[in-house]
């Protein structure tokens, strides 16, 4: 016996024994693809040093003698930091668009492109002479041994795939197609109903001078689309000899989309653009003018300089915003006459109630949950359900008491999406019990129809506008069904449907339960156990009509999954004293063993800005690393710390 027990014991500790050695093998080869912020490398094809400061955030701070060395270093950084993001965006970019088109570019944007590229490549032959890890974990893990050098096409169909998104036909990863779906002959045509929400959406709005607390403008951005590991943005400050510029740039591409430089700061509002003014997508000459609008943002003197840029240069369905330390311009000057969403109508609610803004206050205004949605829809909904009884017991329990607990609750609220009330968790359900039995029966194989909140073909059909009411009732059944008869039997169901998850006692329901959001790593190709060990979630309040924007998954057991949304939000300032912030949800880098790859989520879950700084002294408090670029034939000694730029 005492025999058997050591060989298992002996065989026991053999086991753990192989499997540390494993496991520490496994993090030692995963582990050499994070960077060393702070080792110097020698490289081809720059004209200069560079030194790039990274802050406490890993933050690139990049100081360059040209405009060209600052380009190649922002590609380098962007390989070192996000390469398996940039080879997959690569990949999906050239299934979009797989033929290179022949257009001459813009020398200055060629330029860029070009100087862009080598930088990537720079990093890629430093990957190629080994002991890097391949890059990244995924090219170790897939054994791939050797990458195809980047070109300055590669950025071009990024850009051109970005453009794409912003368009109302671009659905992103996961939602069903529902062109196939037709309108029953007996039923209004409903516009709403098909709407599609484009993949990637651009937001902004300003404040004059004269309504802010320090007298200069203020402006605020707002970048939704999909939430990932890494983030789809990435901050980056390049110290031109012209000035700084900061602000949010896209892996692949070597400028900054949304920021600001000494004197001028910038955002864009994208315009759903019907596919019949646009079909095929974004051509090559928007792309281009897209691109180049941007690298004479960069270098704008004022507000009007830079909307005088943007005036010819913009694809159609885009508008852009830019202040000064003065004023506040747009273009188009004219805002273009559309509906105004729930968003707008919340957005023009907060500026209403608010009369002077601070830095603070915009950044207020962006974190807002409350939906007008359901300040919206609330009241049709209930207006006569105190007065009604229900038909059911719901879980051995009586159904009136527990509506009757439900419905004053909602009487009480003021529609704000937290996630730790109960009140939106109820709203949402019902809503989509009620938006089920309205178009079940019209659309019956259509799921995703009546799935899909759509709270503008409710607002429609609850208030009759234009005959809307009759979609309410049932096709296939004798009696003609009321809206106030499907509210109701929602209300139950969508109570039956709690009961069942959660318990008989409200007060134990909250929003985060249902609406988490689940943040996935995503690699180059295909995903499994990985995905679901390195991603994130969290209960987090909004939905996907609050200024703070979650949008719901299409998951079949979790409706009110959260995988999109805001994933880059600024609020900007000229002025010194306001000072310029921004939020983004994960970090800078995209290696899962980096401390850098999601140290900015719970800033962003709690709503934490970050200072955007292109101070130098202050980017070296509590600097992460101080690297440097050593053209192949220079010796430069590196930038002494007391030297600005």
């Known amino acids: 016996m005492k025999r058997l027990f050591k060989i298992l014991l002996y065989g ?30 020698t490289v081809a094809g720059l004209d200069g040093p560079v030194d790039i ?21 922002i590609g380098f950084v962007h390989a070192q930091d996000r390469l398996s993001q940039m080879l997959r965006v690569r990949r999906m970019a050239e299934a979009s668009w797989p033929f290179d088109e022949t257009l001459p570019i813009e020398p ?15 990093w890629l032959e430093l990957v190629s002479e080994g002991g890097r890890g391949r890059g990244s974990p995924e090219l170790l893990i897939a054994n791939q041994r050797s990458i195809e050098a980047w070109t300055p096409g590669d950025s071009l169909r990024i850009a051109r795939s970005f453009l794409n998104g912003l368009r109302p036909g671009s659905a992103r990863e996961g939602m069903p197609d529902m062109s196939s779906a037709i309108i029953p002959a007996d039923r209004p045509r409903m516009p709403e109903l098909f709407a599609i929400d484009p993949e990637q959406r651009l937001d902004a709005w300003a404040m004059d001078g004269d309504r802010t607390a320090i007298g200069t403008p203020i402006l605020a951005a707002d970048i939704s689309g999909p939430l990932s590991l890494p983030s789809e943005w990435y901050l980056a400050d390049l110290q031109f000899s012209t000035g700084p510029v900061i602000g949010a740039t896209m892996p692949g591409e070597p400028f900054v989309v949304v920021g600001r430089n000494a004197r001028v700061a910038w955002a864009f509002r994208s315009l759903p653009v019907p596919d019949k003014e646009a079909p095929g997508g974004p051509s090559l000459v928007q792309t281009e003018g897209f691109l180049t609008t941007l690298k004479l943002f960069a270098r704008s003197a004022s507000a009007t300089d830079a909307i005088g840029v943007a005036a010819d240069m913009l694809p159609k369905g885009m508008e852009a915003l830019a202040i000064d330390r003065e004023a506040v311009a747009r273009w188009p000057k004219e805002e273009a006459v559309r509906a105004s969403s729930f968003r707008d109508i919340r957005l023009a609610a907060l500026e209403a109630r608010q009369p002077i803004f601070s830095t603070e206050g915009a950044i207020g205004v962006q974190r807002d949950t409350v939906s007008a949605v359901a300040r919206t829809l609330l009241p049709l ?13 719901i879980g051995g329990t009586d159904a009136d008491d527990l509506r009757r607990e439900l419905l ?17 968790l109820l709203f949402w359900v019902w809503v989509r019990a009620l938006q089920q039995r309205i178009l079940k029966d019209e659309f019956p194989t259509a ?4 799935t899909r909140p759509n709270p503008d073909f409710l607002y429609a059909v609850l208030s009759d506008r234009r005959g809307s009411a009759i979609w309410c009732d049932i096709r296939p059944s004798s009696p003609r069904e009321t809206c106030e008869e499907q509210v109701r039997l929602a209300l139950d169901e969508a109570l039956g449907w709690l009961v069942d998850r959660y318990g008989r006692d409200p007060s134990t329901w909250t929003w985060g339960e249902e609406h988490t959001l689940e943040m996935q790593w995503s690699p180059i190709s295909s995903r499994g156990l990985l995905t679901a060990l390195l991603s994130l979630q969290a209960p987090i309040s909004g939905d996907p009509f609050t200024q703070f924007l979650t949008s719901f998954g299409f998951e079949e057991g979790r409706p009110f999954l959260v995988n999109a949304g805001s994933n880059f939000q600024a609020v900007m300032s000229i002025s010194e004293e306001a000072g310029s912030y921004y939020i983004t949800p994960a970090g800078q880098s995209g290696h899962p063993l980096s401390r850098f790859y999601d140290n900015l989520f719970p800033s962003w879950v709690l709503g934490e800005y ?7 002294s202050l980017a070296r408090g509590g600097a992460s690393g101080i690297s440097r670029l050593i053209p192949a034939t220079s010796d430069s000694p590196r930038m002494s710390e007391g030297q600005n730029e």
Request: hydrophobic share 45%; proline share 4%; glycine share 4%.
């Open 53 to 73: 400061l990274r802050d406490s955030s890993a933050i690139p701070h990049i100081s360059a003698t040209s405009a060209a060395d600052a380009y190649f270093a």
């Open 408 to 424: 004053d609750r909602l009487a009480s609220w003021n529609g704000d999406m937290d996630r730790n009330s109960p009140e939106p």
């Open 12 to 41: 026991f500790l053999a086991i753990c024994i192989t499997a540390s050695i494993g496991s520490g093998l496994v993090y030692f080869l995963l582990s050499a693809s994070v960077p060393d912020y702070d080792e110097d490398f």
């Open 381 to 393: 909904m209930a207006k006569e359900l105190w007065f009604v009884q229900s038909r059911d017991r």
């Open 610 to 616: 970050r200072a955007m700084s292109t101070d130098l």
């Open 108 to 122: 200055a944007v060629s330029d860029a492109l070009a100087s862009y590229a080598a930088g990537v490549n720079a």
């Open 447 to 450: 799921k995703q129809l009546w």
